[in-house]
């Protein structure tokens, strides 16, 4: 029987050879500048068979970093640095979005010249700071309604200089805790102006982004990431389930390319969502095209596909232990186990 993830499939403006995503993954390894390097072209364009790339989460501006290296798309450097990536991809067959990325409060004021990071709300993060040897998450700075109005319109740059850069589309990162998810989930919004306060302000910030972006491409170059369920950077509340159901019935009179679960094990159900699974709820909730993520392997992932619970999967750590992921699924062939040391390296 052919394998259900090797079919074709139309993705918004697009003609996919298959229906394997490669995840986007944080690798920190970008260089002088936030700046997208030579290794990094290469590190892509050897997963180019995958049906599309999915970059690392990239910041749209400079107050929206978290970790050390993650590259961004502001500066006319990392424009060009991501062309050669774009090129590379293109060179060897494939086709590639950029993930639009702000941390909001998942920061410290050591990569914000000693800045306090920013948010929806005052509310504490607590922790250690990720690929900081030190370093204590705090309490960030509540935005005010100007700002979060600016941030919009720096996602919509954001999504001009990826066009630029000659990327096939965008995904805008609304998951996983970072600044859009902060203002979609009640214990991070406690906000009482029109970016909170209600299902319908609580979302505000999100269908702004959306919209901004799609004005500044075609819905149909567009994606958004989402985690209904907190699980990473965030608590979940029994009323974040209506601030996502309003979210989803506007996305959906929008027309994008896809929405795509933000989670690490999409088995893991939510009780906030009705006892849900993250992918379940999106799909219960949203008719476009959904693609799946979170632990599958390419045999759980093809019998999802097969009974329909979404239309494509994003497959993460199996594609960096793997580059030739795709060649591994068509031959059936046992896939290299990942290892996290292997993210000391861009193979
Ligand atoms: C991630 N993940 C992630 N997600 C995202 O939206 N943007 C990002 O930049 C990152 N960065 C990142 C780095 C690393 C090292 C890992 C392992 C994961 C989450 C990722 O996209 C995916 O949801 C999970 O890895 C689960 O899928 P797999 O790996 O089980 O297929």
């Not at 999504?159 to 589309?169: K, P, S």
Request: some cysteine; overall charge negative.
């Amino acid at each position: 029987m052919p394998n259900s993830l090797l079919s074709p499939a139309r993705l918004g403006s697009l003609e996919l050879p298959n229906r394997v995503v490669m995840a986007p993954m944080t690798r920190s390894m970008a260089g002088e500048g936030l700046v997208p390097t030579e290794a990094t072209a290469l590190y892509y364009a050897r997963r180019a068979a995958a049906g599309l790339i999915l970059t690392e989460a990239t910041i749209i501006r400079p107050d929206g970093q978290g970790y050390p290296d993650t590259p961004g798309i502001y500066t006319p450097e990392q424009v060009r640095g991501w062309q050669a990536v774009t090129k590379a991809v293109h060179d060897a067959g494939g086709r590639i979005f950029l993930q639009l990325w702000h941390v909001g409060r998942v920061s410290h004021p050591h990569f914000l010249n000693g800045d306090l990071p920013v948010a929806p709300s005052a509310v504490a993060l607590s922790g250690r700071v990720s690929r900081t040897d030190d370093l204590q998450y705090g309490t960030p700075r509540a935005l005010t309604s100007d700002e979060v109005s600016r941030l919009v319109e720096d996602f919509a740059t954001a999504t001009r200089n990826a066009r630029e850069a000659g990327f096939d589309g965008v995904e805008i990162h609304g998951a996983n805790g970072y600044l859009i998810d902060q203002f979609l989930h009640q214990q991070t919004n406690l906000r009482d102006d029109e970016w909170g306060g209600s299902p319908e302000n609580m979302a505000r910030f999100a269908v702004s982004v959306v919209d901004a972006v799609t004005a500044a491409w075609e819905p149909g170059r567009v994606g958004i990431r989402l985690s209904p369920g907190g699980y990473f950077n965030i608590e979940g509340d029994p009323k974040d389930a209506a601030v996502f159901e309003y979210l989803l019935a506007r996305l959906d009179e929008r027309d994008l390319a896809y929405v795509h679960t933000g989670i690490f094990d999409d088995s893991m159900t939510f009780e906030e969502l009705g006892g849900a699974t993250a992918t379940e709820f999106l799909r219960s909730h949203y008719k476009g095209t959904l693609i799946a993520c979170g632990s599958y392997t390419p045999e759980t992932a093809a019998a999802a596909l097969a009974n329909e619970k979404f239309d494509l999967v994003a497959i993460g750590r199996p594609f960096i232990a793997n580059p030739d992921l795709i060649d591994h699924i068509r031959s059936s062939a046992d896939l290299v186990p990942y290892d996290a040391a292997m993210l000391t390296t861009l193979e």
